[in-house]
């Protein structure tokens, strides 16, 4: 029995690569925080009625959250979200896997692979993806399933935003300051984001009234 519990103590405790960080993976821009903010709204609807329809199951959306914040380097999202993971009931081995350098390995299922590089390439260009690449999740999950998916990249990409400086300011509050951040950069950014807060809010409302669409895709060339 005493192993049992030591196996279940195990499997509900975070993985030991989920730890401060001393430097920053990614910084963004007071302008993309705004810009990725306006869509916030309609993404977050979407996903609460996703959560009712079940359309897309919840531990596929968790692991787009997983995915998409170890592109960017987010402590506190990383520890929050692997967090509500474990109380879902994904595995810590899985979790482990989306939160070190590649993401996923061997734990992402097959039907999800590509949601889950569309996540990782939403990430890494800064939430402004080709939009053939949209197309592509469009492609395999049927456009409901898509948006879903977009949604829940354009929610996690929102919160690592705010949580990059949150959790460079924690570290540094420790007394494990960042080696490439300051004090100002924190506060300046924390600050004026949370001010911007509610106007990007208000502006994202506004877009979905006039029938503007909640995404923005980079329609360029390549080589352009």
Same mark, same amino acid.
């Given at each position: 029995? %005493? ?15 989920i730890s401060p960080r001393m430097e920053f993976k990614r910084k963004f821009s007071l302008r993309e925080m705004y810009r990725a903010t306006v869509f916030a709204p309609r993404a ?23 995915? #998409? ?38 734990? $992402? ?27 592509? $999740? ?10 879903? $998916? ?14 990059? +400086? ?10 494990? +300051? ?19 807060? +509610? ?16 995404? %923005?895709?980079?329609?360029? #060339?390549?080589?352009?």
């Open positions: 029995m %005493r192993n049992g519990n030591t196996k279940m103590e195990e499997d509900m405790t975070l993985p030991r690569t977050m609807s979407k996903l609460i009625g996703n959560k009712k329809s079940k359309l897309v199951d919840q531990n596929f959306v968790k692991r787009i959250h997983l995915a #998409i914040t170890e592109v960017n380097g987010c402590a506190i999202c990383s520890y929050g979200h692997a967090k509500m993971a474990l109380r879902q009931g994904m595995g810590n081995k899985e979790i482990n896997s989306f939160l070190s350098e590649g993401g996923g390995g061997s734990f $992402i299922k097959p039907e999800e692979a590509k949601a889950i590089l569309f996540a990782q390439y939403f990430a890494d260009s800064r939430g402004y993806p080709k939009k053939y690449a949209y197309d592509a $999740i469009v492609k395999e999950y049927g456009g409901e399933k898509a948006k879903i $998916i977009l949604s829940a990249s354009q929610m996690m990409i929102v919160g690592n935003m705010y949580g990059i +400086p949150l959790s460079a300011l924690l570290s540094r509050l420790k007394g494990k +300051p960042y080696k490439d951040s300051s004090l100002f950069y924190e506060l300046k950014t924390l600050l004026l984001g949370f001010l911007f807060l +509610p106007i990007a809010i208000v502006h994202g409302f506004i877009r979905g009234v006039i029938g503007m669409p909640n995404e %923005r895709f980079d329609h360029s #060339i390549e080589g352009e």
